[in-house]
């Protein structure tokens, strides 16, 4: 079945401006919100799995837990509805993602601690909460008007064991793609792992898979220091990082070792505005 089109109303005073992206399971879609006078992101299940109930469970699920973080690095969701259709409704956020912007310019040392600070925040909010974000990776980062933005908790929950290969391939930490035990330490390699994407423009992991041949990257020893490819930024910048992408959970820094860090992330162009998904 084909996405609604423009003019159709998705859920009441709700209604459709544009299809924006098709996953496995979601449409995302830029609307317009009558009651509140904005844009607005809606995500709602593919025809296809409207009556998947744990599909329906985990998209529910997601909207709640967004609906109580009120936390300005952390997209907000103002409706969720379970019937008759599966729906959240989330704020636009005006912006790029990290990962459009990372590959037109990588981020410089100042802007990258920002990064980290905000995204650190961002995470401790979601921790505070009993969950786990597990897909921390720059395309769930939006970036506009100095502030970073995450978003996308289709894959938090508690600490605990995950399936193997839970979370994003080139993005999920080793304990991850095991399908072992996850905490607060594992959402500190999605964070590293990201800053290391905006400071080169790629991802490491698939950089080494191509090298080594292998399907799980995460699980064949230490990635190379980021020094390598950004020798000018501060060694303290780079052992944080690299600190994050240590294969043992238990000796990763703190998810919020740059926490204290002021200032904004620099704004710059966007392709084009991105609504939240």
């Known amino acids: 079945m084909r996405p609604f089109a423009a003019g159709r109303e998705l859920l ?4 459709v401006l544009e299809h924006l992206a098709r996953s496995r399971r979601l449409d995302v879609y830029d609307a317009w919100s009558t009651e509140r006078g904005c844009r607005v992101a809606v995500k709602v299940l ?8 744990r599909h329906v469970a985990a998209l529910v699920r997601e909207g709640r837990t967004l609906r109580r973080l009120t936390h300005p690095h952390v997209v907000r969701a103002f409706e969720v509805h379970a019937a008759p259709l599966a729906a959240v409704v989330l704020e636009t956020l005006p912006g790029a993602t990290l990962e459009h912007l990372a590959a037109d310019e990588p981020l410089a040392d100042a802007e990258l601690r920002v990064l980290g600070a905000q995204l650190a925040s961002g995470l401790h909010a979601i921790h505070a909460a009993g969950l786990l974000h597990l897909d921390l990776k720059p395309a769930n980062v939006i970036v506009g008007a100095g502030r970073a933005t ?30 072992g035990g996850v905490g607060p330490a594992t959402d500190a390699w999605g964070l590293g792992v990201t800053l290391h994407a905006a400071a080169t423009g790629r991802s490491v992991l698939a950089d080494r898979a191509d090298d ?8 064949h020893g230490p990635l190379p220091s980021l020094a390598g490819d950004r020798p000018d930024l501060s060694p303290e910048l780079v052992a ?10 238990a000796a990763r820094p703190p998810a919020d070792a740059l926490l204290a860090t002021p200032g904004v992330v620099r704004a710059r162009p966007a392709r084009r505005a991105r609504a939240a998904a």
């Open 46 to 53: 593919r025809p296809d799995h409207r009556d998947n109930r």
């Open 12 to 15: 009441p005073g709700i209604v």
């Open 212 to 219: 080594l041949d292998v399907d799980d990257p995460q699980l």
């Open 240 to 249: 944080t990082i690299d600190g994050w992408l240590g294969t043992d959970p």
């Open 150 to 179: 995450l978003i996308d908790l289709s894959h938090a929950r508690a600490p605990g064991r995950v399936p193997q290969g839970h979370g994003t391939w080139c993005f999920a930490a080793p304990e991850q793609v095991a399908g």
